[in-house]
């Protein structure tokens, strides 16, 4: 079916950083004739260098490519200093609390603020260059201070999602042996208190001894245990630091960050960004996919525990120069007007939130939107998953009154920021595809032999050319890191970066995402590792094997649906709250599954292998179309069929 096209508004165009898809071509153009004389261009443009670099690419050690090399700069002098001398006083940083309270942080305020936690780690707690210092934190200022105090000094912060529970952040503690933990005593959310630092306290009393200090910041002021000399109070501490810390000089190559994020196999992997490249495309996207003006105000809903926070909260919005909203609450609460009151009381200009959220927010208040002045909005974004029509004719209409683009985000973790979206000034727009790559990005849809798709024909979404911001590693793993991004695809014998997930493209070259092709499951934008679930479930006694699907969802877009068979002899009548409490022990509440069946056998290969495509039928409730004479036991396919119908 020919899709409908939404074109760019065209007052809107007329001021875009890319007004056209003329533009868009010359820009791309250029990138394909002269890649390293593209990215120099804008390397020399946008950073504040300290030390220039001398080589823009190096492929020597592919896939260990390095950017800028010997370059020298600092990433919270790109996002701060340098805005002092004409920004002093505008609002870096937008908090609003859960209780509506709102505080503006200027970027003198912040650029103190981040001094002075950096003289902090430094002076009192002796964190030094390339030190690891993990954050568990709510969403609050503080959490944007420690970050970018991190970089000043040279520390690489790796940032655990609130979400997740002790044993999970212990695993990453230890994985990265970090210093110091920065925590919070708690956080406000739907307008009560709740706790954060007992799930540190629970971590480091299971392990994680490389940790010398816990520094909390008061949030909440609830009662909490109190570890001396390990546990100090940042609200204390901080009074008493002085406003005035140097930058350190990093290498465009130093690591500025680690970031967990799930894979197919095995444990989390410790996503390692650099500092120059990621940088610049954190830089350089907000100001072409989002087209931030200087008295723009920018909201992105996510949370700093992801990468979309990492870059679309902090990095991006402040090294543009830009007001960034953060925002601790949750969009419906108090009511489901929430977000779009902020939109109207802060004049917010760019709205960036995930499709879970819109399909939250359209049930429930499919109206709201209209209670509210939307007009200063100008750009929405959607990211971390598939957006149905359903939703993007809502927001699109309801929420853009017909006059926003839609930029439709595609990216992941290991790509440091966008990499196949819409230009709001530029792209006519089809709903639900991401449409076409950046301009310096390239990306082609290939089999697993390295041929490009045809047209329409389905084939694995692959980066053919190293990019600025893509990961430089998995901590402490560089076999891993081979593996699991350039083991699966090579393109005339040279391996490629595949990204895990299947596309299609049309005739004209509009790219849709079909989804994983892995074993990696998307539940509300959060990526899980099939792998990491199915070792969590294997704990307990009672169960002898176990397959975990991801299983459409109306709003989460996947939800968890695990089958188990029993131990012989086992019966457990409580396996399944058994499961889901050790899911949010071991995982955290995020990891929970709707479904857990249980079922006599699992189908398998005769060689052993678990056959995941019929399982994934079954949860769909599809019909069985692939050949199951090739199972060491076809009639189990039958018998679980009739479980998961009547469970
Ligand atoms: C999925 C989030 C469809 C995809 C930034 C990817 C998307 C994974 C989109 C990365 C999109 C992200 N449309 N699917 N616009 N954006 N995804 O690392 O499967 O948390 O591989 O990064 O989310 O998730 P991650």
């Known amino acids: 079916m020919q899709k409908h096209i939404y074109n760019p508004n065209p007052e809107f165009s007329k001021n875009a950083a890319i007004p056209s898809m003329e533009a868009y071509w010359e820009l791309q153009n250029r990138a394909l004739e002269d890649y390293e004389g593209f990215w120099q261009g804008f390397a020399d443009e946008k950073i504040d260098w300290l030390a220039p670099y001398d080589t823009v690419l190096d492929e020597s050690d592919a896939p260990f490519y390095k950017w800028f090399t010997k370059g020298k700069l600092n990433v919270s002098n790109q996002c701060i200093d340098r805005h002092l001398s004409d920004k002093a006083d505008k609002t870096a940083i937008l908090f609003e609390g859960d209780r509506g309270e709102v505080e503006k942080i200027s970027y003198l305020q912040l650029s103190q603020r981040v001094n002075k936690m950096a003289n902090l780690l430094k002076n009192e707690f002796g964190i030094e260059k390339g030190d690891r210092v993990v954050l568990y934190m709510p969403m609050i200022p503080e959490a944007a201070y420690a970050m970018l105090a991190c970089t000043r000094i040279g520390a690489v912060h790796s940032i655990v999602f609130g979400g997740f529970s002790s044993a999970a952040l212990k695993d990453r503690i230890e994985d990265a042996q970090a210093k110091i933990v920065i925590t919070a005593d708690g956080a406000y959310r739907k307008g009560k208190p709740y706790l954060l630092k007992g799930v540190v306290d629970e971590a480091l009393s299971r392990g994680g001894e490389c940790v010398e200090a816990v520094l909390v910041v008061k949030r909440n002021n609830e009662e909490i245990e109190w570890v001396e000399g390990r546990d100090h109070n940042y609200n204390a501490l901080i009074t008493a630091q002085s406003d005035d810390c140097p930058f350190e000089p990093m290498d465009s190559e130093d690591p500025l960050f680690l970031l967990y994020t799930s894979g197919s196999?095995?444990?989390?992997?410790?996503?390692?960004?650099?500092?120059?490249?990621?940088?610049?495309?954190?830089?350089?996207?907000?100001?072409?996919?989002?087209?931030?003006?200087?008295?723009d105000i920018f909201w992105c809903t996510a949370d700093v525990g992801w990468i979309t926070g990492h870059t679309y909260i902090v990095y991006g919005p402040l090294a543009a120069g830009t007001t960034t909203v953060m925002f601790e609450g949750v969009p419906t609460y108090p009511d489901a007007g929430r977000a779009w009151k902020m939109v109207q009381d802060h004049k917010i200009t760019q709205f960036y939130t995930a499709p879970t959220a819109i399909r939250v927010l359209h049930k429930m208040g499919k109206d709201e939107p209209e209670n509210y002045d939307l007009s200063s909005l100008k750009v929405l974004g959607t990211v971390g998953e598939p957006i149905d029509p359903t939703a993007w004719q809502w927001y699109y209409e309801k929420v853009g009154h017909s006059k926003c683009a839609i930029v439709d985000t595609w990216w992941q973790t290991e790509t440091g920021g966008h990499i196949i979206t819409p230009l709001p000034g530029a792209t006519p727009i089809k709903p639900g595809c991401a449409t076409f790559p950046l301009p310096g990005i390239m990306t082609e849809i290939l089999s697993y032999e390295g041929v490009p798709k045809e047209a329409d024909e389905p084939g694995l979404l692959c980066i053919t050319k190293p990019w600025p911001s893509m990961l430089r590693n998995i901590?402490?793993?560089?076999?891993?890191?081979?593996?699991?991004?350039?083991?699966?695809?090579?393109?005339?014998?040279?391996?490629?970066?595949?990204?895990?997930?299947?596309?299609?493209?049309?005739?004209?070259?509009?790219?849709?995402?079909?989804?994983?092709?892995?074993?990696?499951?998307?539940?509300?934008?959060?990526?899980?590792?099939?792998?990491?679930?199915?070792?969590?479930?294997?704990?307990?006694?009672?169960?002898?094997?176990?397959?975990?699907?991801?299983?459409?969802?109306?709003?989460?877009?996947?939800?968890?649906?695990?089958?188990?068979?029993?131990?012989?002899?086992?019966?457990?009548?409580?396996?399944?709250?058994?499961?889901?409490?050790?899911?949010?022990?071991?995982?955290?509440?995020?990891?929970?599954?709707?479904?857990?069946?249980?079922?006599?056998?699992?189908?398998?290969?005769?060689?052993?292998?678990?056959?995941?495509?019929?399982?994934?039928?079954?949860?769909?409730g599809e019909a069985i179309t692939q050949d199951i004479s090739t199972l060491e036991d076809p009639s189990i396919v039958k018998e679980i069929e009739t479980t998961a119908r009547e469970a």
Request: charged content about 30%; hydrophobic content about 40%.
């Open 475 to 620: 901590w402490g793993d560089p076999e891993r890191y081979k593996k699991a991004y350039f083991g699966d695809v090579s393109k005339e014998g040279r391996p490629v970066y595949f990204s895990g997930d299947g596309a299609v493209a049309d005739k004209e070259g509009y790219i849709t995402i079909v989804g994983r092709v892995d074993d990696v499951i998307n539940v509300s934008g959060h990526r899980m590792g099939t792998a990491e679930i199915e070792a969590v479930v294997k704990e307990d006694d009672a169960v002898a094997e176990v397959a975990v699907v991801g299983c459409p969802h109306e709003i989460k877009g996947e939800s968890i649906f695990i089958y188990i068979v029993l131990k012989e002899g086992h019966i457990n009548k409580d396996i399944k709250n058994h499961i889901n409490a050790l899911l949010a022990s071991e995982i955290g509440n995020i990891a929970k599954a709707d479904h857990i069946i249980e079922v006599p056998g699992l189908p398998k290969t005769r060689s052993g292998k678990i056959m995941r495509r019929i399982l994934r039928s079954i949860a769909k």
């Open 265 to 295: 196999t095995g444990k989390p992997k410790g996503v390692q960004h650099s500092t120059a490249g990621y940088i610049l495309w954190a830089q350089m996207t907000t100001e072409w996919v989002f087209d931030v003006k200087e008295d």
